[in-house]
């Protein structure tokens, strides 16, 4: 992604989260120490454009529970910790987006990634949510990876890992809503991975 400059600092750096968000809520928890003079709070909105993380069920208008923010305590607090206080923008990929849509694996028997998709037991292909994460992230906006954005605050709670969203258009987070066929997700998304 091209650079930004804010404050006369480049922010060029964008996060995926794919999974669970320990690593992330540990990394604003810390304190600045000899390897960096920030704490995390301050090194993400130094260095960090935004966020785009595959977590949350949103289609009940931002009300929903998934693995990633609630399957067991670790992951409830984390999630909570990081859409709490994460300083810079995040962008949301909700269960809903790909619980239908299906990456494919290659034909070839040695491809790299047919035997990835084999040794995982997804011969015949499985939810794309992870490569649908990617393809969002890498598009130029939210229209051109064939979504719209509900602009917003999201929270978890961390006791029950359930999600919900405060609608909000100066919101500093998005959820994304399909507006193509099924087809059309799984056709960039073979592409991607052929």
């Not at 709070?41 to 130094?46: C, F, N, P, S, T």
């Not at 409830?76 to 923008?89: F, M």
């Not at 040794?119 to 499985?126: D, T």
Request: proline share 6%; charged share 20%; hydrophobic share 40%.
């Amino acid at each position: 992604a091209p650079q930004q400059v804010v404050n006369g600092t480049y922010r060029s750096v964008e996060l995926l989260e794919i999974g669970y968000l320990q690593v992330l809520a540990s990394l604003l928890a810390s304190d600045a120490d000899d390897i960096s003079p920030l704490d995390g709070i301050a090194l993400v909105k130094k260095k960090v454009r935004c966020v785009w993380c595959m977590g949350g069920n949103w289609k009940n208008d931002g009300f929903g529970r998934e693995n990633n923010f609630c399957r067991n305590s670790r992951a409830r607090i984390a999630a909570a910790s990081v859409l709490s206080s994460c300083p810079v923008p995040m962008h949301f990929l909700g269960y809903e987006i790909g619980e239908d849509v299906f990456a494919h694996p290659p034909q070839n028997p040695e491809d790299l990634i047919r035997i990835a998709f084999d040794a995982h037991g997804s011969s015949a292909g499985r939810c794309a949510w992870d490569p649908l994460l990617v393809h969002l992230a890498s598009a130029d906006d939210f229209a051109s990876a064939g979504y719209t954005a509900v602009l917003g605050y999201a929270a978890v709670d961390a006791e029950t890992g359930e999600n919900r969203f405060t609608p909000d258009p100066r919101g500093s987070h998005s959820y994304v809503v399909r507006q193509k066929p099924t087809e059309w997700y799984e056709g960039q998304i073979d592409r991607m991975l052929l």
